[in-house]
RNA sequence: GGAGCGGUGGCAGAGUGGACGAAUGCACCGGUCUUGAAAACCGGCGACCUGCAAGGGUCCGAGGGUUCGAAUCCCUCCCGCUCCGCCA
């Protein structure tokens, strides 16, 4: 969420970042008033509470000293601050209540450098790399969907049998596959992040730090007998591991990463990506996260991002770099860059990684904070990125990797995960 | 799931209705001493809100309640430990 003060010192330069993002801004005026009410009821209840305090301690060396009808005297009129003080409590917290949703609602404003836009089609392509249309021959230019029923690595009729649509099953070297691409990415990253494996059930308030909660309860699993929330990517444990807590600047960048299942509901999606593996309510993921002094975050962000790159290009894809639009981003990013393979087979991009910067949009959600050198404590940034998103990896492989001859090869920096095999079918 | 015991500052740990935001120790920071360091000694040392400042206010797991006044009493919940049950 924003800094209160920000709106409070800064309200129209907000205002003006948030229009960036195509939205309404009639929520900033809001808070602005909420908050100047706040303070007012806020610095009356002090008053009266010293003055309670004041006439309590009173009443105490009365007692003490035998006075009685003066003590009564004094607590009478203590009870009567009281009662006044009550009222006031009351309505400070609706106040409260009311400011508190309103900013769990309201987006991180846009970096200045981020580029103007309105949806997913004004997003500038930064660079593309590996790839030659050309270079795709015939035997390539068939869906993963089909490659993977005829070489029988997958079986997404008896995936629907056993959980319903959308869900996908790997077998064979199709599993492989899918379990060889979380390790390589793990290895790939092991230099720079600390490995994890965080629970994949989370609470509502872990959910809400990264910003899922309240506005994208629908997007989510909930079981409702433990209100738990089934994590939609390992970004969400990732960064309450240290929620509620002041860290050390020495410490920073604090650096993990993990390969977990992911769980999205993907409502509103059917229709449209449902054939194969490209959308599915589960699958696995490798995400890299930083916790970072803010004067260390645009560096941390372009160095995920190479590394990101790296990962993509040595597994012999097609790939290119998006700069996210204002009007594109999600709810919590500050700055977002979307990494694209290139599926040969349906001849499309398929977003396999986005890396974002959330400035301290979460930190401030979940209220970590650091020790600067200057003295006190600030909120440090979070950064993450998905190291390797699966399903669209895998469906980019087994299309890129056809053999003219029949078969499945499999990428060189794969083979110490494939038990002496070259070959995924 | 059942029974018992707990939850206090970075850590350990006192405090069971009245000057407690909280003793003490450790850790940490500054200083004295020393060629340097250690030891010793002196001083400092939580977070947050508000205010130009002086100051005022909030926070002892969370939320409610009793009281003139709550870390302290009552209720609910959460978490931890021990034992039992169950279990990969």
């Not at 994590?231 to 990732?238: C, F, K, Q």
């Not at 393979?341 to 301290?360: I, K």
């Amino acid at each position: 969420m924003l800094d209160i003060r920000r709106i409070r010192t800064e309200a129209d330069a907000v205002k003006a970042a948030l229009a960036r993002r195509g939205i309404d801004t009639s929520d900033i005026d809001r808070l602005v008033q909420l908050d100047g009410r706040q303070r007012q009821l806020a610095s009356e209840r002090d008053e009266l509470r010293s003055q309670i305090k004041a006439m309590s301690k009173q009443v105490g060396l009365l007692r003490r000293d035998g006075k009685a009808e003066e003590a009564e005297a004094a607590q009478q009129e203590s009870r009567d601050l009281g009662d006044r003080e009550q009222g006031l409590a009351g309505e400070a917290a609706t106040v409260a209540e009311e400011i508190h949703d309103l900013l769990l609602r309201v987006p991180n404003t846009p970096s200045d450098d981020a580029p103007d836009g309105g949806s997913d089609a004004d997003n500038p392509v930064l660079r593309v790399q590996n790839f030659d249309p050309d270079s795709f021959g015939e035997h390539q230019r068939i869906p993963h969907w089909e490659l993977g029923t005829r070489y029988g690595i997958l079986d997404n009729e008896r995936a629907v049998k056993i959980s319903g649509a959308m869900f996908t099953m790997q077998r064979k070297g199709g599993a492989t596959l899918a379990r060889a691409l979380l390790q390589y990415a793990l290895d790939r990253n092991a230099h720079r992040f600390e490995e994890v494996r965080p629970p994949t059930l989370v609470t509502s308030e872990t959910l809400t730090a990264t910003g899922q909660l309240p506005k994208f309860a629908d997007d989510a699993y909930h079981l409702e007998r433990d209100d738990l929330w089934a994590i939609p990517t390992a970004e969400v444990p990732l960064t309450s591991i240290h929620r509620d807590e002041i860290l050390d600047a020495a410490d920073l960048p604090m650096r993990f990463m993990a390969a977990t299942s992911c769980y999205r509901r993907e409502a509103g999606s059917a229709g449209r990506d449902t054939r194969g593996m490209l959308r599915t309510h589960e699958f696995d993921k490798v995400e890299v996260f930083a916790y970072v002094a803010p004067e260390q975050a645009e560096e941390q962000l372009g160095e995920m991002l190479e590394g990101i790159e790296a990962t993509i290009a040595d597994l012999g894809l097609a790939y290119r770099v998006l700069d996210i639009c204002t009007g594109d981003m999600g709810q919590s990013h500050h700055r977002s860059f979307d990494v694209e393979v290139y599926a040969p087979g349906t001849d499309q991009w398929l977003e396999v990684s986005s890396v974002s910067w959330f400035s301290d949009y979460q930190a401030r959600r979940g209220n970590i904070r650091y020790r600067p050198g200057s003295g006190g404590t600030a909120m440090v940034h979070t950064l993450n990125g998905s190291a390797l998103a699966v399903p669209r990896v895998w469906a980019a492989i087994v299309e890129t990797y056809h053999r003219a001859d029949g078969g499945i090869d499999v990428p060189d920096v794969l083979l110490p995960y494939f038990r002496g095999s070259d070959r995924i079918a």
